[in-house]
């Protein structure tokens, strides 16, 4: 008796993520919080030169916002 393995497809959030290769965090805001606030977290984090940020907005799941941070190698 052989059994099928069935793989679960593919998501949405799936596809953003492997747009950026292994972020090292993620912050994940609801879809009750203000675009300002992300905004202004999106901006700080990408003022410092030591992370990266790429904004994934969740809109499969309403108005959600995922920000993945990369850690940045500087040459010292």
Same mark, same amino acid.
């Given at each position: 008796?052989?059994?099928?393995? +069935?793989?679960?497809? %593919? $998501?949405?959030? &799936?596809?953003?993520? %492997? %747009?950026?290769p292994?972020? &090292? %965090?993620? @912050?994940? #805001?609801?879809?009750? +919080?203000?675009?300002? #606030?992300?905004g =202004? @977290?999106e901006h *700080? =984090?990408? *003022?410092?030169?030591f992370?990266? *940020?790429?904004r994934?907005?969740m $809109?499969?799941?309403?108005?959600?916002?995922?920000? =993945? +941070?990369?850690?940045?190698? *500087? &040459?010292?």
């Amino acid at each position: 008796m052989s059994k099928e393995q +069935v793989s679960e497809p %593919a $998501t949405a959030e &799936d596809d953003e993520y %492997a %747009a950026v290769p292994d972020p &090292d %965090a993620v @912050i994940e #805001f609801g879809d009750d +919080v203000e675009e300002g #606030f992300v905004g =202004l @977290i999106e901006h *700080t =984090l990408a *003022t410092s030169d030591f992370v990266r *940020t790429h904004r994934v907005p969740m $809109t499969a799941q309403g108005d959600e916002t995922t920000l =993945l +941070v990369s850690e940045v190698e *500087t &040459d010292v």
